[in-house]
Structure formats: structure tokens, C-alpha cells
């Protein structure tokens, strides 16, 4: 294990802290490195977060930098790269930020050591994130019941290595289990039966089988888990969401950061004053063009301050989303901002009680209860 580097990226949000206690928590064997890429642009309640987390893992989090700071005239890395795009914003098509100060960054640091990299994408989301194409890199996801990445799963399923995949697979089960699991596994695939549907089944049916499969088919490749005799996650069948997330740093005394928390505000909706709740829903630079409106009218109206430095990135036609700051801060534009999230969020909540009243109207219909008979 010490051949195998393993290195966990803290961003400043939930999930990575989150996934840094648990992995210390669950997984103390696996001497497990934490760094943070900065940008120079984070909320101060990132920096904060940080802090308490290196007090209660007792490990620093290492910076990693971008660029030398001592060799250049702008010490910021944000504002250094910013100079060097001859100020074209980053945005959702030119994402050069996440490149130049977070990828970039990582792998340099990484080389080409054999590395075991940590991601916090939790168990009730629908995403992978960024997989590293070199080979000594390989991404793993504590959190999910698939902890693989996309790329092992298409190499353990191809051609070259499915029968290691199938004979492995039949090993790790008993006599009642290995006919049914393999009728999974040799069903074919198509459009209502995909790669993705058929490895969701096979671990369903008994996920460490699954895993311990998958590793003895990276025992024939250049992947750093294949490089080791045991490896602890094969075992581990813990899905953890959202609202284990939250618990896990609150119990852990690290807390939630600041900005998920929500903050109360009001608007006029079509003529009527009420009352809604905003916060930021993601960790990065106080102006990541990723913000909702509204969570833009949040840091306005909670970070005047840094809102304001915002805005004077603003110039030369370059703005952070489709329209200017300067156009958004506009009360009425605020006011309108406000009032489409409240309707859109009494909406949903109609909806969402929509559907609890029609599956109470089937089940009473049918003599059964209510649904929070179910609950």
C-alpha cells in the first residue's frame, strides 16, 4: 500500500470534507494525503472550513499551486491566468479556470507515481466529474454503490478482458447465487438494457463480488488498484446521500460551511409580499459563473463586498453570465429575481405534494393506508 500513493482534493464543500472524515473514520489503514487547489477567489468561508477540518483530521491540507508565484508579476493564481486569457472570462464553454488552477495543479503534483484519487460525488447523484486519462491516475467514489469510474468499467467489460471479468465474478459466489448473477451478466445489452443498467444489477445482486471481480481484472492492467494484493473499499457497501453528508459533519464538529445555510429574504410577487430562503449551493470562487440568479442576488446581498469585485471583472464585453452584473443588481431586477424563485420553488412543492396525494388516493382506494404509512 505504501507503493500506492492516495490523495483527496478538498474544495471547500460538503462532499470533500465529508469524504475526508469518513475515509479517516472508516479506512485509517489508508494513509490518505489531502490538498486543496486555491484559487485566490474562494468565499471566507471555504478558508474557514479548511481550517476546521485540519484540526479535526490532525493532517494538514496541502496547497497545491498553479504556477510559481515568486517568477511572475500577480501573485493571485485567479487574476495571473486572467492576465494571460487577455481577460476572457472563463465560463461554462471555456472552463480554463478548473484546467489551469485545479487539473492542472493535480497532476503535476501527481507525476507519474501510482495514485488512488478520492471523489466525493455522493451516492444520490447522477454524475462522474473529471477522470483523469493517464493510466497511474485512477478515481475512486466512497460514497457510491459503484465506487469504479466509467473508464474501468468499459475495460472490464471489454473484449479483451470480460471472460477474466465472468470466471472471476462465478469464484466469488456460492452455488445458489452464481447461476442468477450470471444470467445477469450475460444478458444482452441494448437500448432498455445498458452497460450502465447491467453493472447496477450485478451489484445489487451482491456488490462486493462485484468489486472484487472488477480487481482481478485490474491485476491485468497498469491501474494502481490492480497493483495491490487487498484493497479495503472492495468490501465496502455503504451508499451515503445527501442527508448523511450533513450528519457526518455536524457530528464530526467541522459543521456545514456557512454559505448552504439558509438565509431568509422577501419579494413582491405579483403584488403579494412573501417570504423565501436562499444560499449558495456549491463551493468554488465567490463569482463561479455556475451560480443561479439567485445565487448571485445572495452574494449581493450577503458579500457586498465581494459582489462588487465582480463586477469590475466585468468589462470589455465579457460578462459572467448573459446579462451584467451591473444590470442584475438593479433593485427591480432583484425584486424579479426573488419572486420567479419563490414561484418556482411553491411549484415544485406543489408538486411534490401532488404526487404524495395521488399515491394516497391509490393506496386508499385499495384499502392499504397512506403513504406515510411507508415513511
Known sequence: MSNIKQLLGISGGKDS????????????????EYYTCDTGKELTETYELIGRLESALGKEVVKYNSFDESKVAIDNPFDHFLASYGHFLPSSGQRWCTQKMKLEPFEKNVGDEPTISYVGIRGDENREGYISKRENIQTIFPFRKNIWSSDVIKIAFSKQHIDILRNALAKQLDTKETEAALNIFDTSLSLTFTLNHKVESLLDFN??????????????TDYPIGKLDHYPLLD????????????????SGVGIPAYYLPVEFTADVDGEIKKGTYSRSRSGCFFCFFQQKI????LLEQHPEL????TEYEKDGFTWAEESLTDLMKPERVNQIKSNYIKRTESAQKHAQNQVNWKDEILNSEGIGCSSCFI
Open 17 to 32: 470534507a465529508a469524504l475526508a472524515l469518513y475515509m479517516q473514520s472508516n479506512y485509517p489503514e489508508l494513509d490518505v
Open 207 to 220: 456488490t462486493p463480488a462485484f468489486n472484487h471481480a472488477i480487481h482481478k481484472v485490474l491485476k491485468n
Open 236 to 251: 465496502n457497501k455503504e451508499i451515503l446521500g445527501i442527508d448523511d453528508i450533513f450528519k457526518l459533519l455536524e457530528e
Open 295 to 298: 445565487e448571485w442576488v445572495w
Open 307 to 310: 459582489f462588487k469585485k465582480a
